[in-house]
């Protein structure tokens, strides 16, 4: 399992926060190739097209895929940039693998990868940049005064 700084940053994430009954609860193992690897059910809860898991859902997936990759090395790191390649649907009811890997880091940059599979079939792959330096003042807030950091991400504020 990634470490607790997934817990610290991300305690009500959708993706794997243990704070949401609701969420996904997905778990990122970390590989022995530095990577990171979760498995997860395709329910209609995020369906998109008849059959198939929404797009923005996928991206969702691939993004917290890399958020883990780095929290495996003890990086709290917010996404910059990302880049995603839809190569066919992720089907509903069928299980599927998401996993990330970092290719570069030029810090306070680093630079991964991630893809979703169902069965060996690659159905969307992303790059992402992501940089340490601004989530780990908003770590640092959150953890001195978590009201403020929740009032400081309302909408208009």
Request: proline content about 4%; charged content about 20%; aromatic content about 6%.
């Amino acid at each position: 399992m990634t470490t607790n700084l997934s817990h610290q940053c991300h305690p009500c994430c959708l993706v794997c926060g243990s704070d949401r009954p609701d969420g996904l609860g997905l778990r990122f193992e970390r590989q022995p190739d530095g990577s990171v690897v979760a498995q997860f059910d395709c329910n209609a809860v995020f369906q998109g097209y008849p059959d198939r898991l929404h797009g923005g859902a996928v991206a969702m997936l691939l993004d917290a895929a890399m958020t883990h990759c780095l929290f495996s090395r003890n990086i709290a790191g917010l996404t910059a940039k990302l880049s995603i390649r839809y190569h066919r649907g992720v089907m509903l009811g069928i299980s599927a693998v998401v996993r990330a890997r970092i290719v570069d880091a030029e810090s306070p940059l680093y630079y991964l990868e991630s893809e979703v599979l169902q069965g060996d079939d690659v159905c969307a792959a992303a790059k992402g940049t992501f940089c340490d330096s601004a989530c780990g003042e908003l770590v640092r807030d959150a953890i001195a005064d978590p009201l403020r950091n929740s009032d400081h991400l309302s909408p208009g504020a």
